[in-house]
């Protein structure tokens, strides 16, 4: 994984570099809906709306404050929080519902917030969306500039490779510790049968609630790499599909594993 950047940047192929650094972004996003689906047994259709909060926190900031570059380590644990607690939001008034109800209202939340992103001109840009959005830097160091390595420079991207490969394998090790404690095996217990769960002596509401609120702020903190990454972001980057496309990753990979 570490040398992944060396080998195409010598074969002078940037591209799989980029393609990699979506797999990461996706690999956390799968990772935090496989908390809410597979873990919880909540069917979550919207779940691109945390991920568009997430890019739009960021972007929206930058658009303010484009020389503060530097923010962008207080930007993403700060979308990620933000994103939690849209997840809290959506998960509040649905804690009643289940199957295809809850797909439902996912669905219908998922499709506002990308309503919204798209006529709220005075914030968003709208349609248009925001361009231009700076890279992140560490001191003196721009994610614009390459990795040099001697004679050998390697491209943008691969800093946001590294990025995500980092933030990837910690979110894995977080939900892999959260799947093997008494909350993933709370949650697992919810799945299967929601009213022994809950005569067992579990907090069924807590419970869900924190699944929606945990697996949301892995996807804003994709969102604000995401947005860093293409230096852009449209409402039209997070529509239904992408949702879609999340969830049979993880019925792919295989729910709650």
Not at 135 to 157: C, M, N, Q
């Amino acid at each position: 994984c570490v040398i992944y950047p060396v080998v195409f940047t010598l074969l002078g192929n940037v591209y799989w570099i980029h393609v990699a650094v979506l797999v990461g972004i996706y690999a956390c996003l799968a990772l935090g809906l496989n908390m809410t689906v597979g873990s919880a047994g909540l069917l979550d259709l919207g779940y691109v709306a945390f991920y568009a909060i997430g890019a739009y926190t960021s972007a929206i900031f930058f658009r303010n404050f484009p020389e503060a570059r530097w923010m962008f380590w207080v930007i993403l644990p700060s979308a990620g929080l933000i994103a939690g607690l849209f997840g809290l939001l959506l998960g509040s008034p649905t804690l009643k519902l289940r199957g295809d109800y809850l797909a439902i209202v996912t669905l219908g939340f998922g499709q506002i917030v990308r309503i919204i992103f798209n006529n709220w001109e005075s914030v968003t840009n709208g349609p248009k969306g925001i361009s231009d959005i700076p890279s992140p830097a560490i001191g003196a160091f721009s994610f614009d500039a390459g990795i040099h390595l001697g004679a050998l420079t390697l491209p943008r991207v691969a800093n946001f490779y590294y990025l995500i490969l980092l933030m990837a394998i910690g979110i894995g090790i977080a939900a892999h510790r959260l799947n093997h404690s008494r909350i993933g095996r709370a949650w697992v217990a919810i799945r299967e049968d929601e009213l022994a769960a809950a005569s067992s002596g579990i907090n069924v509401t807590a419970l869900k609630l924190l699944a929606f609120g945990i697996g949301a702020s892995f996807a804003g903190m994709a969102g604000v790499v995401y947005s860093g990454l293409m230096s852009f972001v449209d409402p039209m980057s997070f529509t239904f599909m992408e949702s879609a496309m999340i969830v049979c990753m993880v019925v792919l990979g295989g729910m709650g594993s």
